[in-house]
Structure formats: structure tokens, C-alpha cells
């Protein structure tokens, strides 16, 4: 069974940082790019940040660039997103994304709710 779990949201300060996690399990990891994405309310989702399947590069949305780092531990199959310098505008719903290095196949973790505020 494929599964992708996201953790680590919560309550954060602005200024202050805090780190996903996004556990997967039932698919070929190590093959697949990983990528952060988030919705906001009354927003479309929009792309966050992606990591290639062996971790060798990197892109994130201007929004988040500098502030921002994704990194993936293929042997514990698990995806990172470390946030640094939150605003309030980064306020929004985080989902973990997985996306197969050699054709169309992509999964969706549910989401952890991130909310920046003082």
C-alpha cells in the first residue's frame, strides 16, 4: 500500500523555523523525485520546493528561496522540508508529493497544517 505521511506542522513564529517530515512507504523511493507543495485558504496549491531521487538537486519557489531546505534520506525513505525565517504568509496547508524519475506516476501525502503567527 502506498503511503506517504506527512509530519512535523504546528504553530510557528514569525521569525522562528520549523521541519517537516514526510515518511514513504509502499513504492520505489529511491526512483522517485520528491516535491513540497501548499494551499492556503482560498488559494490554489502552489509549488514549494523539489528534490531529484538520488538528492542531487534542488528548486524551490521564489517565495521560499534562502529560507527554505528540502533534503531526502533515501535509506529511511523520508523527505525533509527545514523552514527558517517563517512568515506569516507561509501560512498554508504542506503536501508531500512523489513523483516517479521515468513516467507519469505521482503520489499525494493528506497534508500537515502549518500556521505562522505571533
Known amino acids: 500500500q502506498v503511503q506517504l505521511v506527512e509530519s512535523g506542522g504546528g504553530l510557528g513564529q514569525p521569525g522562528g523555523s520549523l521541519k517537516l517530515s514526510c515518511e514513504a512507504s509502499g513504492f520505489a523511493f529511491n526512483i522517485y523525485h520528491m516535491k513540497w507543495y501548499r494551499q492556503a485558504p482560498g488559494k490554489e496549491r502552489e509549488f514549494v520546493a523539489a528534490v531529484s531521487n538520488v538528492g542531487g538537486s534542488a528548486n524551490y519557489a521564489d517565495s521560499v528561496k534562502g529560507r527554505f531546505t528540502i533534503s531526502r534520506d533515501n535509506a529511511k525513505k523520508t523527505v525533509y522540508l527545514q523552514m527558517n525565517s517563517l512568515k506569516p504568509e507561509d501560512t498554508a496547508e504542506y503536501y508531500c508529493?512523489?513523483?516517479?524519475?521515468?513516467?507519469?506516476?505521482?503520489?499525494w501525502g493528506k497534508g500537515t497544517l502549518v500556521t505562522v503567527s505571533s
Open positions: 508529493n512523489a513523483v516517479s524519475a521515468y513516467d507519469s506516476v505521482n503520489y
